[in-house]
């Protein structure tokens, strides 16, 4: 079964770090970009940043680009984020998310993780 | 950066009605359009890429439309499970990805 499995969200005080992981199983993770999408609570999605299969590109958003770092280890078949300098704008549930960008043009997310939730609050 | 803007942004619909939801973009994405679906506590669910084609497993029901600046999701006969919020977002012009603000489709 094709999965993605999102781990590492919390409490974080303002100024804070947190590591998210993202576990991928069932298929052929270095074929495949990976991503990361977040939603505020009540709000829509927002993406995040993006890293291509071989990690040839690395994009971020704005409002993350100097404190977030996305990464990959295709060894371990694992997407990360590292989150510094959290807000409490940052506050949400951040999923990691496929694309199949590598093989085609469609940046579209076809498989989604269940999210992990951030709280960034004093 | 893209803006997408979907309208309306809540769509109220009987079981069996059909549904129509609207994405506009503040510029030209050819086809490089795709569609979500997400119901409440759940991630999303890819169901439309190139603006037009099913994704996998997404019943027949789903059809999508539309091209350049203008698109429609249109849901042809409303079932229970087809509830939740749709979202639209662009993959032609990124970064950054951007997506629209998204239709909830409740029941009347």
């Known amino acids: 079964e094709v999965q993605l499995v999102e781990s590492g969200g919390g409490l974080v005080k303002p100024g804070g770090s947190l590591r998210l992981s993202c576990a991928a199983s069932g298929f052929t993770f270095s074929n495949y970009n990976m991503n990361w999408v977040r939603q505020a609570p009540g709000k829509g999605l927002e993406w995040v940043s993006s890293i291509g299969g071989s990690s040839s590109y690395i994009y971020y958003a704005a409002s993350v680009k100097g404190r977030f770092t996305i990464s990959r280890d295709n060894a371990k078949n694992s997407l990360y984020l590292q989150m510094n300098s959290l807000r409490a704008g940052d506050t949400a549930v951040y999923y990691c998310?496929?694309?199949?960008?590598?093989?085609?043009?469609?940046?579209?997310?076809?498989?989604w993780g269940q999210g992990t939730m951030v709280t960034v609050s004093s | 950066e893209i803006v997408m803007t979907q309208s309306p942004a809540t769509l109220s619909v009987s079981p069996g009605e059909r549904a129509t939801l609207s994405c506009r973009a503040s510029q030209s994405v050819g086809s490089n359009l795709a569609w979500y679906q997400q119901k409440p506590g759940q991630a999303p669910r890819l169901l439309i890429y190139?603006?037009?084609t099913r994704a996998t497993g997404i019943p027949a029901r789903f059809s999508g439309s539309g091209s350049g600046t203008e698109f429609t999701l249109t849901i042809s006969s409303l079932q229970s499970e087809d509830f939740a919020v749709y979202y639209c977002q662009q993959y032609n012009n990124w970064p950054p990805l951007t997506f629209g603000g998204g239709t909830k489709v409740e029941i009347k």
């Open positions: 998310a496929r694309d199949p960008g590598m093989t085609t043009d469609i940046v579209a997310f076809d498989i």
């Open positions: 190139g603006a037009s």
